[in-house]
C-alpha cells in the first residue's frame, strides 16, 4: 500500500530536548516537505527536499532541520524544542514533476512544555 | 492580504443538502487549483484537481474555477455524514514558476452533515 509513514504520532516534551520526526515514504517519490498545522494559520511549509541531499527553506524553518540522505526518508529534527513549536507536523511527498498531489502522512502531534 | 481566502465556518447541514464550498484568491499567476479533505486525526488526502478555468465533475463532487472572478468553488451533491471533515482549498502556480511550486493553501472550512 502507497503510504507515508510518520512516527511518533503523539509526543510530549520538555523545552531543550531534541528530538526527531521520522517520516518514510514507499512510492519513491522525489519530492519531500514538512507541514506544520495551526489554528487559525492553516498549513504552513517548513522545509522541502527536491531530491537526495537536496534541501530548501519554506516559509517557517527556524528552529528545523532536515536531512535527505536516503530517497525513502526525510527526518524532522527539533535541535532545541520551544512551546512555541507545539502543532501537528505533517510530512508529506509526489513526484518532482507532479503539479499538485502531495500525499500526507497522518500526522504527528507535538506538545512542548 | 492572504493570498488565498477560505471561510472556516463551521458549516452545518442536514443529510441529503446541497453544499457549497469556496476560496477566492489573489495571485492571478496561480494555474493549478485543489481541493483536499481532511478527516479528524488524519492528514489531507487529494479531493478534485482542476487545471486553469471550468468545471470538473467526480460522483457526488463538483469543483469549479472561475479565474477571471479568482473564485474556486467545489459543491457536494446528496451530502452524507461521511463527508463530514475539513475541506482544504490549494493552490500553485505553473512548472515553470520554480522547483518548489509549494502549494498555497486556504485555512480549511469545516464542514458537518447531520443524520
Known amino acids: 500500500e502507497a503510504q507515508v509513514t510518520q512516527n511518533p504520532r503523539y509526543l510530549i516534551t520538555v523545552t531543550g530536548k531534541k528530538l526527531t520526526v521520522t517520516c518514510s515514504q514507499n512510492?519513491?517519490?522525489?519530492?519531500m516537505s514538512w507541514y506544520r498545522q495551526d489554528p487559525g494559520l492553516g498549513l504552513r511549509q517548513i522545509y522541502y527536499?527536491?531530491?537526495?541531499?537536496?534541501?530548501d527553506k519554506g516559509d517557517v524553518p527556524e528552529g528545523y532541520k532536515v536531512s535527505r540522505k536516503e530517497k525513502r526518508n526525510f527526518p524532522l529534527i527539533l535541535e532545541s524544542p520551544s512551546p512555541n513549536q507545539t502543532s501537528l507536523y505533517f510530512c508529506?511527498?509526489?513526484?518532482?514533476?507532479?503539479?499538485?498531489?502531495?500525499?500526507f502522512g497522518e500526522g504527528s502531534r507535538l506538545t512542548v512544555l | 492580504q492572504k493570498e488565498v481566502e477560505q471561510d472556516p465556518g463551521p458549516l452545518s447541514v442536514p443529510e441529503g443538502a446541497i453544499v457549497s464550498l469556496n476560496c477566492t484568491y489573489s495571485?492571478?499567476?496561480?494555474?493549478?487549483f485543489m481541493w483536499y479533505r481532511q478527516y479528524s486525526r488524519k492528514g489531507p488526502e487529494l479531493l478534485m484537481y482542476?487545471?486553469s478555468s471550468g468545471n470538473k465533475e467526480d460522483g457526488r463532487f463538483t469543483a469549479q474555477v472561475d479565474k477571471s472572478s479568482k473564485y474556486i468553488s467545489l459543491f457536494i451533491r446528496d451530502s452524507q455524514p461521511s463527508d463530514s471533515a475539513t475541506y482544504l482549498c490549494?493552490?500553485?502556480?505553473?512548472?515553470?514558476?520554480?522547483?518548489?511550486?509549494?502549494?498555497?493553501w486556504g485555512l480549511g472550512t469545516s464542514l458537518a452533515v447531520n443524520p
Open positions: 508529506a511527498s509526489r513526484q518532482r514533476t507532479d503539479t499538485g498531489e502531495l500525499f
Open positions: 512510492m519513491n517519490h522525489e519530492y
Open positions: 527536499s527536491m531530491n537526495v541531499e537536496v534541501t
Open positions: 495571485n492571478s499567476a496561480f494555474q493549478y
Open positions: 482542476t487545471y
Open positions: 490549494a493552490m500553485s502556480v505553473p512548472p515553470y514558476a520554480g522547483n518548489n511550486r509549494k502549494l498555497i
